[in-house]
Antibody, heavy 118, light 106 residues
Framework: QVQLQESGPGLVKPSETLSLTCTVS????????WSWIRQPPERGLEWVGK???????NYNPSLKSRVIMSVDTSKNQFSLNLSSVTAADTAVYYC????????????WGQGTLVTVSS | IQMTQSPSSLSASIGDRVTITCRAS??????LNWYQQKPGKAPKLLIY???NLQSGVPSSFSGRGSGTDFTLTISSLQPEDFATYYC?????????FGQGTRLEIK
């Protein structure tokens, strides 16, 4: 059973960089692709981007200028950095596994709330 | 690709049959998935590729559609089915979700 666990600061100051890590257990990160998805309070889901074990990435154009994702296969982890954050970036951030064809998110982390505030 | 769900909210009773609709702004073949989310929890996959039931999901859930129009049907509502439901397209990046349908007890 694959499990994902997000970790990182729950509070980030405006204009600073939000950094989160997702640790994958029960399976290898060297399969499928791995995504970050966020959900502002009382709102819907927004895909942030994805990364493959090779390091290849694909970001949501709405966030592309501020997002960097990376992967550490030795630790079975992947990470999200979102720079120049504002209050609009306050959200629960989920990491999730996206399968190969026909492409769906089958495993999710529990989510971590990140609040942007001074 | 914009995904539009209807209705945005729905009140129903135990035992009711309910249908939620999802429309894509362009054709997405059957690259359409449905998720259930309960408060404080991560979304849970219900249906993938428009009509395939995820393992462990009750057979009361079913999905149909292709192209631009899709439906999620719950044949007989149970107490644990009251939640928010999202559709999601995986035809093209950026991956996009519908705005959600909140299913409430009448």
């Amino acid at each position: 059973q694959v499990q994902l666990q997000e970790s990182g600061p729950g509070l980030v100051k405006p204009s600073e960089t939000l950094s989160l890590t997702c640790t994958v257990s029960g399976g290898s990160i060297s399969s499928s692709s791995w995504s970050w998805i966020r959900q502002p309070p009382e709102r819907g889901l927004e895909w942030v981007g994805k990364i493959y074990y090779s390091g290849s990435t694909n970001y949501n154009p709405s966030l592309k200028s501020r997002v960097i994702m990376s992967v550490d296969t030795s630790k079975n982890q992947f990470s999200l950095n979102l720079s120049s954050v504002t209050a609009a970036d306050t959200a629960v951030y989920y990491c999730a596994r996206k399968t190969t064809e026909p492409y769906y998110f089958d495993y999710w982390g529990q989510g971590t709330l990140v609040t942007v505030s001074s | 690709i914009q995904m539009t769900q209807s209705p945005s909210s729905l009140s129903a009773s135990i035992g009711d049959r309910v249908t939620i609709t999802c429309r894509a702004s362009q054709t997405i073949s059957t690259y359409l998935n449905w998720y259930q989310q309960k408060p404080g929890k991560a979304p849970k996959l219900l249906i993938y590729a428009a009509s395939n039931l995820q393992s462990g999901v009750p057979s009361s859930f079913s999905g149909r559609g292709s192209g631009t129009d899709f439906t999620l049907t719950i044949s007989s509502l149970q107490p644990e089915d009251f939640a928010t439901y999202y559709c999601q397209q995986s035809y093209r990046t950026p991956i996009t979700f519908g705005q959600g349908t909140r299913l409430e007890i009448k």
